[in-house]
């Protein structure tokens, strides 16, 4: 037992084991719930939410990857052996896996710089702008926020065979047009992107410069800085937090690219718009391989991770 003085009244009183070991659970409450459990309470929904919807298919998918898996009747149990790294050596051997993944590397290669700069440039003008503001905001937001069907449908009809831009540029059109062309179908598709989804990265970027002090202009400008060499020197690392935050939000979207080349092309013209996310579709729904769309997932998370996980590093390198 341990034996404590009373300063006030000096005496000497004696602490029962279980009240010693109050304390202790205390401490280890607050370990595991926190300071406030009221928090833990409140996102619990979520976390619930997170681990039905999120959590446990990813479980599942991990399991049918490893696994002979098919579709079968409600109520119908069939055996589904384990078939080690089959189904992996499968997809690695797969064409059209590979095509997928390179033209996903091109529209990372494109999509990335691409968002950057002008959100960037563009979050920087508006920065600048004193009268309507809100309105270049929405009017930036507005993209991000239409269903990709009515967009797309937009962009089909600029850059389908006898569409606007086409007409504009008359013999200068691209033979075979826009839609049908190998070379140009997944820039385009990632031009498509950045153009949609730039209002949302525009807010991150506006967001960050608001917290860049005035007087570090001030002092540059002061020190006899252009307006290049204060925004290298002051807005860049100003947004340097920023900047790595959106290159792992595009990494990320990246890598789940499939409403758009399905809805422009369906993938084609012959692959040339396929991405492992449109594959898993085709192989796992339209071909009853979901097995094989499962491996083709797991390569896909893991090429996804790795990639983000070497962007983060090297940015906050630089940083």
Not at 205 to 213: F, G, M, S
Request: with cysteine; glycine share 8%.
């Amino acid at each position: 037992m341990t034996r404590v003085a009373d300063r006030a009244s000096g005496s000497t009183g004696v602490l029962s084991p279980q009240a010693a070991a109050a304390p202790r659970r205390k401490r280890r409450a607050h370990r595991w719930l926190g300071e406030n459990p009221i928090g833990l309470l409140l996102s619990s929904p979520y976390v619930a939410f997170v681990v039905v919807v999120f959590l446990v298919p990813f479980c599942f998918g991990i399991w049918m990857s490893f696994h002979e898996f098919f579709f079968t009747a409600p109520g119908v149990a069939v055996p589904h052996p384990f078939v080690g790294f089959d189904n992996f050596a499968t997809v690695l051997g797969d064409r059209q896996v590979r095509q997928a993944f390179v033209n996903l590397l091109i529209f990372l290669v494109i999509n990335v710089p691409l968002t950057v700069v002008l959100g960037l440039l563009l979050s920087s003008g508006l920065n600048a702008v004193v009268h309507w503001k809100g309105f270049f905001r929405v009017a930036y937001y507005i993209p991000y926020v239409t269903a990709s069907v009515a967009t797309i449908a937009v962009w089909i009809f600029l850059f389908n065979g006898n569409g606007v831009v086409n007409s504009l540029l008359g013999s200068l059109a691209p033979d075979p047009t826009w839609l049908a062309n190998p070379a140009i179908i997944m820039p385009l598709i990632a031009v498509y992107v950045t153009w949609k989804n730039l209002g949302f990265y525009i807010l991150l970027y506006l967001a960050a410069l608001q917290n860049v002090p005035e007087e570090q202009y001030e002092a540059a400008q002061l020190d006899g800085a252009g307006r290049w060499q204060r925004f290298r020197s002051v807005t860049l690392p100003g947004v340097a937090p920023v900047t790595s935050l959106v290159i792992l939000l595009t990494i990320i979207t990246t890598g789940q690219i499939f409403t758009e080349p399905y809805l422009l092309t369906g993938g084609g013209p012959n692959g040339a718009s396929l991405t492992p996310a449109l594959l898993m579709y085709q192989k796992g729904i339209q071909q009853g391989q979901p097995d094989i769309a499962a491996a083709i997932g797991m390569i896909l998370v893991a090429a996804v991770m790795t990639v983000s996980l070497v962007s983060r590093r090297l940015t906050e390198r630089k940083n």
